[in-house]
T-cell receptor, first 112, second 113 residues
Framework: GEDVEQSLFLSVREGDSSVINCTYT??????LYWYKQEPGAGLQLLTY?????DMKQDQRLTVLLNKKDKHLSLRIADTQTGDSAIYFC????????????FGSGTRLQVQP | EAGVAQSPRYKIIEKRQSVAFWCNPI?????LYWYQQILGQGPKLLIQ????????DSQLPKDRFSAERLKGVDSTLKIQPAKLEDSAVYLC???????????FGSGTRLTVV
């Protein structure tokens, strides 16, 4: 079955890099996503990666995928206080039920 | 570009009452999603529409929840009768294609007492 797990909390200092980790169980997942949720707001799609890729970079964001270990990470370079939010990873299969399965989210706190 | 609009922002009802939520997606987005987000958890898909047809409602508790998108634009989600465990934020999202939601509304926070 589908299951996505994330650590609950991460605290970093402004200017440092943040690495948010996620593990998933379904080996047939073909798309993996990262969303950001600020307090009182809906989710914002940050980036996604296809399962045939190992890495994707988009400005300050780097996504790494280890398909063998079913491990996904999001690295935020030069973390700013505006990056404080909850980050969700999500997986989606390309066949069968295509709905996203979300993790429970990692709260990132950026200390000034 | 206007975002996904949802109303009301907050709602408090007693158990066994009914409630309805409204969503207006981004103009031109064919796919509309309703998610339930319980405190401390990730969103869970309730129903997905493409235009005015249902793509996935496998996790919608159909004995009490219903949703419609009659003209393929805005949508309503109804709960009747509500239970305590329905307390959650109900998020609406939309996208051009059917891959994944790219824009979410701010949600309706429902408290059932």
């Amino acid at each position: 079955g589908e299951d996505v797990e994330q650590s609950l909390f991460l605290s970093v200092r402004e200017g440092d890099s943040s690495v948010i980790n996620c593990t998933y169980t379904d080996s047939s997942s073909t798309y993996l996503y990262w969303y950001k949720q600020e307090p009182g707001a809906g989710l914002q799609l940050l980036t996604y990666i296809f399962s045939n890729m190992d890495m994707k970079q988009d400005q300050r964001l780097t996504v790494l995928l280890n398909k063998k270990d079913k491990h996904l990470s999001l690295r935020i370079a030069d973390t700013q206080t505006g990056d404080s939010a909850i980050y969700f990873c999500a997986e989606r299969m390309d066949t069968g039920r295509r709905a996203l399965t979300f993790g429970s989210g990692t709260r990132l706190q950026v200390q000034p | 570009e206007a975002g996904v609009a949802q109303s009301p922002r907050y709602k408090i009802i007693e158990k066994r009452q009914s409630v309805a939520f409204w969503c207006n997606p981004i103009s031109g987005h064919a796919t509309l999603y309703w998610y339930q987000q319980i405190l401390g958890q990730g969103p869970k898909l309730l129903i997905q529409f493409q235009n005015n047809g249902v793509v996935d409602d496998s996790q919608l508790p159909k004995d009490r929840f219903s949703a419609e998108r009659l003209k393929g634009v805005d949508s309503t989600l109804k709960i009747q009768p509500a239970k305590l465990e329905d307390s959650a934020v109900y998020l609406c999202a939309s996208s051009l294609g059917t891959g994944a939601p790219d824009t979410f509304g701010s949600g309706t926070r429902l408290t059932v007492v």
